[in-house]
């Protein structure tokens, strides 16, 4: 029965390690912290960003260092993020991905941990990441301020829980840098041939990234309820923003999509169906991921 499936099996007593660790993680305002940092360096380093798309002349000296100054901040708030999240994880003896406070906390992980990875062959990522961070820690913040670490209910004590969830929540990080790409690239004409070819390169990880995550919460449906689908408006929503962003592959067959500025302009557009899915259907459609 659905009362059965969302009670919650108790933990047993904390150890004097983990008491000191849930001591040290209340005491310590890790969302607050990082949202104002995040916003803060991901704003200076879109300014950077522009800069240097504007500027034809090689940076000098104190460019230099204010890249260096980016990228070492960059490293820094990803490090304090992992501490959290490593800490959230440890005193809960579970991945933090049981509700939306804490898939915010891992979407800005993702997103901090792709800028890190790309931003030495892409500099447009290090902004990005840093804004999409910010503005995912902020929106944690403001919605939940910090809930209670609880046990999970039997129906998210899965490991397909895991890896169904952070594999969206990689494919959204991409969406984003999307729709960041596409706006810069309406910002700056020159630049938005280069930028469409960079937002086709992330396409194809993002879409295949969503694909994945839709075919393992499936099978973590048909483990947890017994079938695989039950047109839910999560459900449904998952796979709309699927098909929009699939529609991006066929340049072939519609010209209009070689064009950098449709391209950029169906990106920005495109990312309304991600919003409504992870916000619309949580606070609007409700259904059977009204838990998370």
């Known amino acids: 029965s659905s009362s059965t499936a969302r009670r919650t099996l108790p933990l047993p007593p904390l150890s004097p390690a983990r008491v000191e ?11 607050r912290i990082l949202f104002m940092a995040c916003l803060a360096l991901g704003c200076l380093a879109f300014a950077r960003l522009l800069q240097g798309c504007l500027r034809r002349a090689p940076g000098g000296r104190a460019l230099r260092c204010v890249d260096a100054g980016l990228a070492a901040g960059l490293y ?21 991905l ?25 500099p447009a990522t290090l902004p990005f990441g840093l804004l999409l961070a910010g503005f ?39 969406f984003f ?19 469409m070819l960079l937002g086709r390169l992330m396409l194809y990880p993002a879409v295949f990234l969503l694909g994945a995550g839709i ?6 449906a048909n483990v947890s309820w017994g079938r695989y689908w039950a047109w839910d408006p999560k459900e449904v929503w998952a796979l709309v923003t699927f098909m929009v962003y699939a529609v991006a592959f066929h340049a072939g067959s519609l010209r209009w999509l070689r064009r950098p500025r449709a391209f950029h302009l169906y990106m920005i557009a495109a990312f309304a169906t991600v919003l409504m899915t992870y916000f619309g259907v949580n606070y609007v459609l409700g259904g059977m991921h009204s838990y998370a």
């Open 21 to 31: 660790a849930e001591l040290l993680y209340n005491r310590v305002p890790f969302a």
């Open 76 to 96: 820094a708030v990803t490090a304090m993020h992992l501490a959290g999240y490593g800490l959230r994880w440890y005193i809960g003896r579970h991945i933090p």
């Open 98 to 122: 049981g509700n939306g406070y804490e898939t915010m906390l891992f979407l800005a992980l993702c997103a901090l941990l792709l800028a890190c990875l790309l931003r030495r062959r892409f």
């Open 136 to 174: 995912a820690l902020l929106v944690a913040w403001l919605g939940q301020r910090n809930p209670q670490i609880t046990p999970l209910m039997p129906v998210l004590s899965s490991p397909w829980l895991s890896a169904h969830v952070s594999v969206i929540m990689m494919a959204y990080a991409l």
């Open 177 to 195: 840098f999307l729709l960041l790409g596409g706006v810069l690239g309406l910002c700056l004409p020159a630049q938005a041939g280069r930028l």
């Open 215 to 220: 075919f393992l919460g499936a099978v973590w």
